[in-house]
Antibody, heavy 122, light 107 residues
């Protein structure tokens, strides 16, 4: 059974840093691209970024809104995905989802974690 | 960057109604489009990928169509469990993007 479990959310002050983790199980982690998607309170879904799979050298992609502030990494030996967030702003307050992607006309997110809430506030 | 425009942003419908949601891309994306369903307090669920392929386990009353810049998600006969918010996502080029969402509520 595919499982994605996020952890590391919490309250942080503006300008601060936080690292989210996503523990994956039930599938061959290194074969899949992995995404982070967020949802601010009362708002729609926003794609945050991607870690490509091993075959694509784990190279990342980012949304413009987080580029230069957020870093996505992964540890395939531990089946884990990370989102290092720095220079956090109040507008980064959201539930952050880790997703697994499979390829068919693009990499589609077929499994999602339960989400981790990040609140940026003084 | 590719933008996705969903319409309507809100619709009110009754159980048994046929519902159609449209997603328009600012440039051609072939069939690199997915549809997701989101319910309050739950993670989004993949319904359709490659514009028209039903994800495993999704009821056949859901269908998707389109290519290029115009896409539709259709629910042939709305069920009580279908009241939710629906999003399209383009997977053609970075940065990936979601549409603004369509909230389907009970009339």
């Amino acid at each position: 059974e595919v499982q994605l479990v996020e952890s590391g959310g919490g309250l942080v002050q503006p300008g601060g840093s936080l690292r989210l983790s996503c523990a994956a199980s039930g599938f061959s982690f290194s074969d899949h691209h992995m995404d982070w998607v967020r949802q601010a309170p009362g708002k729609g879904l926003e794609w945050v970024g991607r870690s490509r799979n091993k075959a694509n050298s784990f190279s990342p992609e980012y949304a413009a809104s987080v580029k230069g502030r957020f870093t996505i990494s992964r540890d395939d030996s531990n089946n884990s995905l990370y989102l290092q967030m720095s220079s956090l702003r109040t507008e980064d307050t959201a539930v952050y989802y880790c997703t697994r992607a499979f390829y068919n006309s693009g990499w589609n997110s077929d499994f999602w974690g339960q989400g981790a809430l990040v609140t940026v506030s003084s | 960057d590719i933008q996705l425009t969903q319409s309507p942003s809100f619709l009110s419908a009754s159980v048994g109604d046929r519902v159609t949601i449209t997603c328009r891309a600012s440039q051609g994306i072939s069939d690199f489009l997915a549809w997701y369903q989101e319910k309050p307090g739950k993670a989004p669920k993949l319904l359709i990928y490659a514009a028209s392929t039903l994800q495993s386990g999704v009821p056949s009353r859901f269908s998707g169509s389109g290519s290029g810049t115009e896409f539709t998600l259709t629910i042939s006969s709305l069920q009580p469990e279908d009241f939710a918010t629906y999003y399209c996502q383009q997977l053609n080029s970075y940065p990936l993007a979601f549409g603004g969402g369509t909230k389907v509520e009970i009339k």
